[in-house]
């Protein structure tokens, strides 16, 4: 996709969403996707490879949650994958600092590039399962937000993110369509760990008829020491 082309369509997108994109934002974004699609060649980052769908799927996508997020803030991303949705918020959203957090040392690798690539400052990619990086006491209970996109159900992902939020902070899940079930199964596992359902916005994303729901669970209190248990049992066998 031509650089115009591009512009244009970023710029549209977003201003539907209430977001307005300056040169040097859609410039980041620019090198951001060339720099998707070249790597993805060598590695499996996104099966979504079309410019137009790149745009709304994972770059608008990503930046809806934008709205969330406080003023000179921490966030971490956990199972970022390609970066979605913590690169495109640290385009947009300079004053956040944010940590990508990835099990697969070849998806760091491209967030690393990508990091240096774009010239972005007060943001690093670490490569760790969740379970084992919540049980460092310098980041254990230390973000003001935790968020994820597509990772897990919300029980299991209650558990990968609300330990690493302070007491008062919140955790953003990026969810489909489906969640009715999800909601009602993970309510109990939310409570144990240390927090309550604040809010949930359901949308589509701008000219598409793609639902989108947003969870925002806030820690109410510290969570038990003895979660998130070991690496692989959050997923095997979720909180009930």
Request: charged share 30%.
């Amino acid at each position: 996709m031509l650089k115009e082309e591009f512009t244009n369509r970023m710029q549209e997108l977003a201003k539907k969403i209430g977001i307005l994109l300056n040169e040097k934002q859609i410039n980041k974004f620019y090198i951001y996707m060339n720099l998707l699609l070249d790597w993805n060649e060598k590695i499996n980052l996104t099966a979504i490879t079309e410019p137009s769908e790149i745009i709304l799927k994972h770059f608008i996508d990503s930046i809806t949650i934008e709205k969330y997020i406080n003023k000179n803030t921490t966030l971490i991303d956990v199972g970022t994958g390609a970066g979605f949705p913590g690169i495109p918020l640290k385009i947009i959203r300079d004053d956040i600092e944010i940590v990508l957090l990835d099990s697969l040392q070849k998806r760091v690798n491209f967030l690393q590039e990508t990091i240096k690539n774009l010239e972005l400052t007060k943001i690093e990619a670490i490569h760790s399962r969740v379970e084992e990086f919540s049980r460092n006491k310098a980041k254990r209970e230390s973000f003001d937000y935790a968020t994820s996109r597509a990772v897990a159900n919300l029980s299991t992902l209650s558990e990968y993110l609300i330990p690493l939020v302070k007491v008062n902070g919140k955790c953003i899940c990026m969810k489909g369509s489906e969640i009715k079930d999800e909601l009602e199964q993970s309510q109990n596992a939310i409570s144990v760990l240390g927090g309550i359902i604040e809010n949930v916005d359901n949308f589509l994303l701008p000219e598409s008829d793609i639902t989108r729901n947003v969870i925002i669970i806030k820690k109410e209190s510290k969570t038990p020491n003895k979660y998130p248990r070991k690496a692989g049992i959050p997923a095997k066998e979720p909180l009930k």
